[in-house]
């Protein structure tokens, strides 16, 4: 296992070199000159050329990639254009946020989809099944941006009972702060919900077929023994990989939420970046996101040898 481990680590270094390289690359090929976005619409060339120096993008292409791999080595992911300081600052001050928004949203989708999902396997071809499913669709189907600006309509206008957006940090108290990152929670995670309760249905209805879960029923063990026990233990191996996607997707999800909410998160940071053409704050969060990613992949794995006494790693 130890080994394993390892050997994932070490793999995983090549993956980020190569979105490191991807990154840098196509921000180059981004049309746009940041020096014109710094400098201001009345500057003239020549202070834009000043910029431009200032900035290093006077520099041939391989001179860049090699001075930004190198601030890379040594922690540095370069200055924002925007901001005026140090892009690992400014990450490290919205990434909590963000955070925190995904783990809200994973803590609400896990806690929904999970019980919905076997309890529509409990009940197939009831109505309780199909209301589960459809809503389930539905929660699928729909854009979270649409549906985050539905439910600030309905609790935060019609109701007025939610704050329509921004945040409100959790020194303040925990019911305000949790009351700002509650509709943001409920819309990123609600078509994670869906896909959750789909696919824990589809893996508990394939798991109730099988012939030890008869068994166990033939036995007069209580039907919740046989479920939690026996069922769903065997069918975490899907889920769990689910999960692991989700909890990714909730990430990456973010740019959008915290857009329409205001939210002074990781996510609203590259939205503005992207517009303003800051290509290191850009750089350093395709970094970030990607390491993220890794690492949730490599911790999924490493659960699958603790959740099914089958899986080996050699």
């Known amino acids: 296992m130890g080994r394993y481990i390892v050997q994932r680590v070490l793999a995983a270094f090549p993956v980020l070199l190569i979105v490191t390289l991807i990154s840098f690359c196509i921000m180059q090929l981004v049309p746009g000159d940041p020096a014109v976005v710094m400098a201001g619409p009345q500057a003239t060339a020549k202070e834009i050329e000043q910029v431009r120096v200032q900035l290093g993008l006077d520099k041939p292409f391989l001179t860049q990639l090699g001075t930004w791999l190198y601030g890379l080595s040594h922690g540095d992911l370069g200055r924002s254009i925007l901001l005026g300081r140090g892009v690992s600052q400014a990450i490290a001050e919205r990434l909590p946020i963000t955070l925190t928004l995904a783990f809200l949203s994973f803590m609400l989708t896990v806690a929904i989809g999970i019980p919905a999902g076997i309890i529509a396997a409990l009940r197939q071809n009831t109505w309780i099944d199909q209301t589960v499913m459809t809503v389930a669709l539905i929660g699928v189907s729909l854009p979270n941006f649409w549906l985050g600006l539905m439910l600030i309509i309905f609790f935060s206008v019609v109701l007025d009972l939610l704050p329509a957006g921004g945040y409100v940090a959790f020194s303040q108290g925990f019911w305000p702060w949790f009351k700002s990152l509650l509709l943001p ?130």
Do not use: C, W
Not at 226 to 244: D, Q, R, S
Not at 273 to 301: E, K, W
């Open 185 to 314: 929670s409920l819309s990123l995670g609600l078509l994670q919900m869906g896909l959750l309760a789909r696919i824990t249905r589809s893996t508990m209805l394939e798991v109730l077929r099988q012939d030890y879960i008869r068994t166990a029923r033939a036995k007069g063990l209580p039907m919740f023994k046989v479920v939690a026990k026996h069922a769903f233990k065997n069918a975490l191996i899907p889920v769990v990989t689910i999960i692991g996607i989700i909890f990714s997707l909730l990430l990456t999800g973010s740019v959008v939420i915290e857009t329409v909410y205001s939210l002074p998160g990781l996510g609203r940071l590259l939205a503005t970046s992207i517009f303003s053409r800051d290509y290191p704050v850009i750089q350093g969060g395709l970094l970030l996101t990607a390491a993220m990613f890794v690492g949730i992949n490599l911790l999924v794995d490493v659960l699958y040898a603790f959740l099914d006494p089958r899986v080996r790693y050699d």
